[in-house]
């Protein structure tokens, strides 16, 4: 007995941020949409939370999400060191005439209120389920889910770092194990955090203390994996100590501590974003340590430049999951996404480097990077979404509107 084929514009493998996102910005766009994800409704998170750059904000805030999420907060400062009395950092959201840097919100917070954008927007669902083959029909994808089939003029593998959706389309990817987990708490120390976004390079790996309401932080200590276990098996007040010496007691004393939770940290980058009719983004196409907080970013311009592109080849009457649509969206997105890794992989090699030598190098680095304004306005402009090849959903709107986001 044959299966009944559904049809659709576009299919999104993957209901995380970056595959919401993506459903959302077609579904606005007029495209019929359906996501395919393979979590119940309501799965519980892990505690980790995102910054969120301005380019960011503006998108959710145009597809009408951003002032919805609760518990967001801002960050306007960013202090960064190197251990044991290194050199020191800093950037401000006033040397850029901007309010703020961005803010830091609960992934499972920003989820939801993406899911329930969604479906405002008529947006399809195929949940529990997932692609588990595919196949080219002349202007249509057909892919096999559990149980069912659709049919879609292109599908957006969004499906994460192990994206099975990359793996059908035969498209190969590289990637390095950092031999790393990220270790992921809500804490409170005993001084306010002071809207300023804290990061300290230890040998082992970064330790970042990311401002949430009420005074609390959430931390990611990425760190090696044995050290990563020891930490996890430690009670609740030897954390405490340990976190707080590893931060050198910049906040105080640490009084609080939520429960902890561990992720492998892996970069993978594929060697194509796209097929025939198969585009990727988000971790299905590049994933990144989170030292420098820009993975959710990335992904989330990736979904507006992809939906932006294929829009303006329907308003020409051109395909939307063509060849010459799905090439603009990798000319536009693959450099940009791998000088990114590439810089946050040089950093991390560099900041756990332990030679002498290169410690002299790198706080001498730091220290002049700190003296130079014009270059850290360059640095804030392009690391908040101020500046580069900005989809249009995250540019500001023209002078004499709205230009930011609201809080």
């Known amino acids: 007995m044959s299966v009944p084929t559904e049809r659709y514009d576009v299919a999104v493998a993957g209901g995380g941020l970056t595959g919401l996102v993506a459903a959302a910005s077609f579904a606005r766009a007029g495209f019929r949409v359906v996501v395919v994800e393979g979590r119940e409704r309501g799965a519980e998170g892990d505690g980790r939370v995102s910054a969120f750059t301005v380019a960011s904000e503006r998108i959710l805030d145009r597809l009408e999400v951003w002032s919805r999420i609760a518990g967001k907060a801002p960050f306007r400062r960013m202090r960064v060191w190197e251990a044991a009395g290194g050199a020191e950092i800093g950037f401000e959201a006033e040397s850029v005439g901007a309010d703020y840097l961005g803010h830091i919100a609960e992934n499972r917070v ?243 480097a332990s030679w002498p030598a290169v410690r002299t190098i790198r706080n001498a680095g730091l220290a002049a990077t700190h003296r130079l304004a014009p270059v850290k306005r360059r640095i804030i402009a392009h690391a908040s979404g101020f500046a580069g090849d900005l989809p249009a959903s995250a540019k500001p709107e023209p002078s004499g509107r709205r230009s930011e986001p609201r809080p």
């Open 110 to 352: 920003v989820l939801e209120t993406l899911e329930e954008a969604v479906d405002s927007l008529g947006v399809a669902w195929r949940r529990p389920s997932r692609v588990t083959g595919l196949e080219l029909a002349g202007r249509d994808l057909t892919a096999d889910l559990d149980g069912s089939r659709i049919a879609a003029r292109l599908l957006v593998g969004a499906d994460g770092g192990n994206s099975l959706v990359r793996r059908l389309a035969g498209i190969a990817s590289r990637g390095r194990d950092y031999g790393q987990l990220g270790i992921v708490c809500s804490v409170r120390p005993e001084r306010h955090h002071d809207d300023t976004a804290w990061q300290v390079a230890r040998p082992e790996g970064p330790l970042a203390f990311l401002p949430l309401p009420d005074g609390l932080c959430s931390i990611v200590w990425s760190t090696e994996n044995e050290h990563a276990q020891h930490l996890l098996a430690l009670d609740d007040a030897a954390f405490r100590r340990e976190l707080g010496a590893a931060f050198e007691m910049r906040l105080g004393e640490i009084e609080w501590t939520g429960p902890r939770s561990g992720f492998p940290l892996r970069a993978v980058h594929a060697a194509r974003y796209r097929a025939p009719r198969i585009a990727l983004a988000g971790d299905a196409a590049h994933t990144i340590h989170p030292l420098a907080g820009q993975g959710v970013n990335l992904g989330i311009l990736d979904a507006a430049v992809l939906a932006e592109v294929a829009a303006e080849a329907a308003a020409r009457g051109r395909d939307p999951g063509g060849r010459a649509a799905l090439a603009r969206y990798e000319r536009r997105r693959k450099a940009h996404n791998l000088a990114v890794t590439c810089a946050v992989d040089g950093f991390d090699r560099l900041f756990r």
